[in-house]
């Protein structure tokens, strides 16, 4: 599954994460993994499809938490993860990410990259990309291989 998401202007995002909130129930993958420069709106998008969720909790940016929990609508846990700041795929083990992956339960992930060794297969992949006019493409990718 490749498809793509026009988030023309701040004001589309509560349809942008409506679309992202279905890709993700229909991709049946638990772990997203957000790509994006610094400044491409990881953060904001999360907060937003939170929202479609039906979270009600504060989202924020687990920037030197590492993860943050919120409850979903259906009192669900989801996992918010963030690891520009971890140094090795060992650190995010170490605060136990192999178990909240396997979890089943739905776990968000900023700068994946970082710690590609430990996300399962399949994973939903959002790669968030700035345009001229500063419009982002949300470009969604199942990723079926290590």
């Known amino acids: 599954m490749v498809s793509s998401i026009a988030l023309p202007t701040l004001a589309e995002l509560p349809t942008a994460a409506a679309q992202l909130r279905a890709a993700i129930a229909d991709a049946g993958c638990p772990v997203v993994a957000f790509e994006g420069e610094m400044g491409a709106g990881k953060t904001t998008l999360i907060r937003a499809l939170c929202a479609a969720l039906g979270v009600a909790d504060d989202v924020s940016s687990p920037t030197f938490a590492l993860i943050n929990e919120y409850r979903d609508g259906r009192d669900q846990p989801v996992y918010h993860f963030d690891f520009y700041r971890i140094d090795s795929p060992d650190e995010a083990a170490r605060i136990g990410g192999s178990e909240y992956f ?6 968000l992930v900023e700068w994946p990259a970082r710690v590609a060794a430990l996300l399962p297969v399949p994973r939903l992949e ?20 290590y």
């Open 102 to 107: 396997d979890s089943g339960y739905l776990c």
């Open 126 to 145: 959002v790669h968030l990309t700035v345009q001229p006019d500063e419009s982002r493409v949300i470009e969604l990718i199942i990723n079926n291989s």
